[in-house]
């Protein structure tokens, strides 16, 4: 009994973290509104991120593991390179949504759990079986439509699943808890955003404190809508199981790409929706592959 409550109190957290996420379109569509660039918006999003990050790492007292990795070269130099993978993907997205390609971001979601046993295959040798093999031909259809029948390269989309996805893979060498990756990554990206906003600031078109109260308010809110969904996140992975958690990953990508449909009103002709079909198809094929092999490996344990 105490089990199946944890569980459902996992899926809730879960819920509330890809929730969130698939609503940062109408969060960052706001913010482009009001004429910010997407670069600027996103020097701001690492300034207040690392301002939250700081303050969940004093909260939770992981200060210790902090100064631990700052003392392993090898493993700071993993992270470096993620936080720049990491980096180029918060600030793609930001920009995909200022010029209106939402359902072309979502598309990137959608591809990265692809994208990222295609490069884990590549760069350190893990196997994939079959199944997951077509799902990766099929997306890589999916994106040759779009790019020769539809004549739309998906630059966007393939930046965002290939950051992420590069993003996972150095992660996977620098294993690290939650809040203080999370700091980590930030402070990493901390110099570089706090250089451009003071090089905005130099040429006159540094406009925070211009903004309508609201506004800034709603910048400095960046900082807390990317820090709190970790929580859940970390909440959520300690309840469910892993195939679980990747199966309503998918919730993320699916409001984004509804969004983009419905509230933004985005183009989506017949040309694009043959390549997105091909992509869903792709990431069923695989979701139902890591579940039965999850469940083969589960049963041969119990045996």
Request: net charge positive; proline share 4%; with cysteine.
């Given at each position: 009994?105490?089990?199946?409550?944890?569980?459902?109190?996992?899926?809730?957290?879960?819920?509330?973290?890809?929730?969130?996420?698939?609503?940062?379109?109408?969060?960052?569509?706001?913010?482009?509104?009001?004429?910010?660039?997407?670069?600027?918006?996103?020097?701001?999003?690492?300034?207040?991120?690392?301002?939250?990050?700081?303050?969940?790492?004093?909260?939770?007292?992981?200060?210790?593991?902090?100064?631990?990795?700052?003392?392993?070269?090898?493993?700071?130099?993993?992270?470096?390179?993620?936080?720049?993978?990491?980096?180029?993907?918060?600030?793609?997205?930001?920009?995909?949504?200022?010029?209106?390609?939402?359902?072309?971001?979502?598309?990137?979601?959608?591809?990265?759990?692809?994208m990222s046993i295609a490069l884990a295959r590549v760069?350190?040798?893990?196997?994939?079986?079959?199944?997951?093999?077509?799902?990766?031909?099929?997306?890589?259809?999916?994106?040759?439509?779009?790019?020769?029948?539809?004549?739309?390269?998906?630059?966007?989309?393939?930046?965002?699943?290939?950051?992420?996805?590069?993003?996972?893979?150095?992660?996977?060498?620098?294993?690290?808890?939650?809040?203080?990756?999370?700091?980590?990554?930030?402070?990493?990206?901390?110099?570089?955003?706090?250089?451009?906003?003071?090089y905005l600031h130099s040429l006159g078109e540094y406009?925070?404190?211009?903004?309508?109260?609201?506004?800034?308010?709603?910048?400095?809110?960046?900082?807390?809508?990317?820090?709190?969904?970790?929580?859940?996140?970390?909440?959520?992975?300690?309840?469910?199981?892993?195939?679980?958690?990747?199966?309503?990953?998918?919730?993320n990508p699916s409001m984004q790409f509804l969004i983009?449909?419905?509230?933004?009103?985005?183009?989506?002709?017949?040309?694009?929706?043959?390549?997105?079909?091909?992509?869903?198809?792709?990431?069923?094929?695989?979701?139902?592959?890591?579940?039965?092999?999850?469940?083969?490996?589960?049963?041969?344990?119990?045996?």
């Open positions: 009994m105490a089990q199946r409550r944890e569980t459902r109190l996992g899926v809730a957290y879960a819920l509330i973290c890809y929730c969130t996420w698939g609503l940062f379109p109408i969060y960052w569509s706001l913010l482009s509104n009001q004429g910010l660039s997407a670069a600027q918006l996103m020097g701001h999003r690492v300034l207040w991120a690392s301002v939250v990050a700081m303050l969940l790492l004093f909260i939770s007292r992981q200060q210790k593991v902090l100064l631990e990795v700052l003392q392993q070269p090898k493993m700071m130099a993993f992270i470096f390179l993620a936080s720049m993978a990491l980096g180029l993907n918060w600030l793609s997205y930001i920009y995909a949504v200022s010029i209106n390609h939402v359902i072309e971001a979502s598309l990137g979601y959608f591809m990265s759990p692809l760069f350190i040798g893990e196997r994939i079986n079959r199944a997951q093999s077509f799902a990766v031909v099929l997306a890589l259809a999916g994106v040759l439509w779009l790019a020769v029948l539809a004549g739309h390269i998906p630059w966007i989309a393939l930046i965002i699943s290939g950051s992420w996805s590069l993003y996972s893979l150095l992660r996977k060498q620098a294993v690290l808890p939650i809040i203080p990756g999370f700091a980590i990554e930030t402070l990493f990206l901390l110099p570089f955003a706090v250089g451009y906003l003071i406009r925070f404190f211009e903004l309508p109260t609201h506004i800034i308010l709603l910048i400095i809110g960046t900082g807390v809508i990317t820090g709190y969904p970790l929580l859940f996140f970390a909440a959520a992975a300690k309840r469910i199981r892993l195939n679980t958690l990747g199966i309503l990953l998918y919730i983009g449909l419905l509230v933004f009103k985005e183009p989506f002709d017949s040309m694009r929706f043959v390549a997105y079909v091909l992509v869903w198809l792709a990431v069923i094929i695989f979701t139902t592959s890591s579940y039965q092999s999850y469940k083969k490996a589960t049963a041969a344990v119990s045996h």
